[in-house]
């Protein structure tokens, strides 16, 4: 009797506990209460959606955060660091308008948030509040612009630069890194010769397109909002690419046992990586001791073609709150806070006029900020990532069956044909 | 008489209002967050379907049905899933039959099941990146294989090897639930068949054979089917090995990853539903004729 007593209180804690579950509140904090919506009255709570690739980038967003709330008491910021696939996380709490105010936006997938009306058009704030625009590399503001109006104010700039170990370099002969792709080629047979790996870099268009670019390709046509794998002048730079793929002078980082190419350089196991400026606090954590220098990413054809990596701020089309959010938005991509990512070594600031600055204090970084000029933003309209799973199957299936470069082109339109407008 | 009947009555029409007030917040948490969903993912797979941009869905009828049979990846996707299907249920029941029977009756039988089961309670996440360990060019694997002089391929990588290395993950990760199954199954076979069939002289394999198997097919059934859901399931080892690509040249894509992808990487919800209710039709399909051959009784 008493046994049975206990089991049915279990079973009634049990009930109530997936009530409670059930019942669970999905409250809104920072609605406020409407009513007076007078500016500078009450005082607001913005959200501020972002990743942190590192716990710095975390602790240089706080500091910014403390000084915009210094500067602007009234408005209360939360941060809301999102683990895991950021885009993932993000398309609900838009598509539900639970998104935060303000948040992070990556270059590559801008277009497709633009184009979906998730985000606040920018042009009559910026008007508003007299933001000078010209102050940004023009390459990383085009990149958050979308039929004319712009969507989001570029936070930072990432590019490719040639890092290369010094020791491996000494080892083969060379005495200065190679500052085009023949030269490369040439002291990759050497490298080759003292079974060094010449260069790590992914089979991933995000990586190899100046190749594309150097010999007058291109894969997009910006315009018409049009993908151009098979337009014949792609051929030359794929061809290259992939020439140097079969014969061993760049090979996959997976090919290396490392999920990117930083992790197979920090252990020495290759001379030469083509990353961004987020290699150098990995390479200072991972591999403290490892003698490299950074060079400009190799010209080729009369050519310096790179890649630029970007991120925005945008604002939340549902934001409650458009005034305050426009502030804080002005705040994180202005001189002030650029100025403190700068110190921080990051990234390179998008402001041409810290960039100056920056460069004094980090000299390091100087290939990285030269590649910008002949940058192209790491995207292409709408199609996202159709664009890039297309053509980057296609390239893997042409490097691992020796396919030649027209059909491998072939290939990634009739793919992205077959995977787009459903 | 009566009275006391009347009494009844509503005593357990009480009763079951009582139980069913305490199923309630299930119920109601399962209508809201599973068979609504359910019905809303089926209306859905008839538009084209972006849920950043709901007020802009297209009505386009059956056309994401019949798209997917024209779609080189999908295809490709179902092909690898029934292959893995096809691969992993057969050795995983067999070895779970295999395993139940030795550990039946052994010494340190609770040790063993214990040891066989843990891996179905770990984390698919984890199981794989374990396997990543043993599978790389220099992993485990091949540091055993060059002690035979072999060279080892690396495996995660080759279009080749990429699939049945993650086959060989699911049958070591899921063995032992399937395992338990039978365990069970065997706790019911009464010894008395078993002494009539030793006093008819029957011994060793001729009592597996002609007992013991014919009396689990019950049992065989089940795990046959249950192996196959989810194989047919397949997706955090794949998302897993492959970083979310279904790579190498789409050698691990698996229909749930590729909906998965469509749904929230390139946000084609719609398409992403109409597969997600053809993979629910194929695994109907497959369950009822298993249960034709396999779930009657004699």
């Not at chain 1, 337009?231 to 690419?241: P, Q």
């Amino acid at each position: 009797m008493k046994k049975k007593a206990g089991i049915n209180l279990i079973v009634i804690g049990l009930l109530a506990s997936t009530a409670v579950v059930g019942c669970g509140s999905a409250s809104n904090t920072g609605t406020g209460s409407s009513g007076n919506s007078g500016s500078g009255s009450s005082p607001v709570t913005l959200k501020l959606g972002m990743w942190a690739s590192s716990p710095a980038e975390k602790q240089l967003v706080d500091e910014q955060i403390a000084a915009f709330e210094k500067a602007n008491p009234n408005i209360k910021v939360k941060t809301q660091v999102v683990t895991g696939s950021y885009l993932q996380a993000m398309q609900p709490m838009l598509a539900s308008h639970t998104a935060p105010d303000i948040f992070y936006v990556d270059a590559s997938y801008a277009p497709t948030l633009e184009s979906s009306g998730a985000l606040m058009p920018l042009d009559s704030y910026i008007k508003k509040a007299n933001i000078d625009t010209k102050d940004f590399a023009p390459a990383a503001l085009k990149a958050f612009q979308w039929k004319g109006s712009t969507y989001g104010l570029p936070k930072d700039i990432n590019t490719m630069a040639l890092e290369y170990n010094k020791d491996l370099f000494a080892k083969a002969g060379i005495t200065a890194p190679p500052a085009t792709w023949d030269e490369f080629q040439k002291d990759a047979e050497l490298l080759k010769a003292k079974h060094i790996v010449p260069l790590s870099m992914p089979i991933d268009v995000a990586r190899y397109y100046p190749f594309v670019t150097d010999f007058g390709g291109s894969y997009y046509d910006v315009s018409a909002n049009k993908v151009t794998f098979t337009n014949a002048a792609n051929e030359k730079g794929l061809a290259f690419y992939m020439d140097n793929m079969k014969n061993k002078n760049i090979v996959a980082p997976k090919d290396l046992g490392g999920d990117w190419a930083g992790i197979p350089f920090s252990q020495g196991k290759v001379a030469m990586v083509a990353e961004g400026a987020w290699v150098i606090p990995f390479l200072k954590q991972s591999a403290p001791n490892l003698q490299y220098g950074i060079a400009p990413f190799p010209a080729e054809n009369g050519k310096a073609g790179n890649m630029t990596y970007t991120v925005s701020y945008s604002m939340a089309k549902a934001t409650k709150h458009p005034n305050a959010a426009a502030k804080l938005l002005f705040f994180m991509t202005g001189k002030e806070a650029q100025k403190m990512t700068a110190d921080s070594g990051l990234a390179i600031p998008s402001r041409i006029s810290q960039q100056s600055a920056f460069l004094q204090k980090k000299p390091a970084y100087k290939a990285f900020v030269d590649g910008e000029k002949e940058a192209i933003p790491y995207q292409f309209g709408t199609y996202g990532q159709n664009f890039v799973d297309a053509i980057n199957k296609a390239t893997e299936a042409g490097v691992l069956q020796g396919m030649a470069p027209s059909k491998v082109l072939s290939q990634a339109q009739q793919t992205l044909d077959s995977q787009a407008n459903q | 008489m009566g009275n006391r009947h009347k009494f009844f009555q509503r005593n357990t029409f009480d009763q079951a209002m009582a139980g069913y007030l305490f199923l309630l917040p299930a119920l109601v948490a399962l209508a809201v967050f599973l068979i609504g969903p359910i019905f809303y993912a089926f209306y859905i797979s008839f538009f084209q379907f972006s849920f950043l941009d709901p007020g802009n869905a297209k009505f386009v009828g059956f056309s994401n049905y019949l798209h997917l049979f024209r779609d080189p990846e999908f295809l490709r996707a179902l092909w690898n899933t029934s292959l893995y299907s096809i691969c992993v249920v057969p050795i995983q029941t067999a070895l779970a039959l295999f395993l139940a029977l030795i550990v039946n009756n052994i010494r340190g039988k609770t040790f063993f099941r214990v040891a066989y089961y843990l891996p179905t309670v770990t984390s698919t996440v984890a199981v794989s990146v374990i396997f990543i360990f043993i599978f790389e060019p220099a992993g485990i694997l091949n540091q055993l294989l060059l002690h035979f002089g072999i060279h080892g391929p690396n495996y995660f990588n080759s279009p080749t090897f990429a699939l049945p290395a993650i086959m060989a993950m699911a049958v070591w990760s899921s063995v032992g639930q399937f395992m338990i199954i039978y365990l069970a199954g065997l706790q019911d076979i009464s010894e008395e068949i078993y002494e009539a069939a030793k006093l008819d002289g029957a011994k060793g394999w001729r009592l597996l054979w002609y007992i013991t198997v014919p009396l689990l097919r019950r049992t065989t059934f089940l795990n046959i089917v249950m192996s196959m859901i989810g194989t047919f399931q397949v997706f955090d080892q794949v998302y897993v090995i492959s970083g979310g690509t279904g790579g190498p040249l789409n050698a691990t894509l698996s229909v749930v990853l590729d909906l998965f992808n469509k749904g929230f990487k390139t946000m084609q919800m719609g398409y992403a539903s109409a597969m997600a209710f053809i993979l629910f039709v194929i695994i109907l399909l497959l369950t009822l004729i298993q249960n034709y051959f396999l779930g009657r009784e004699e």
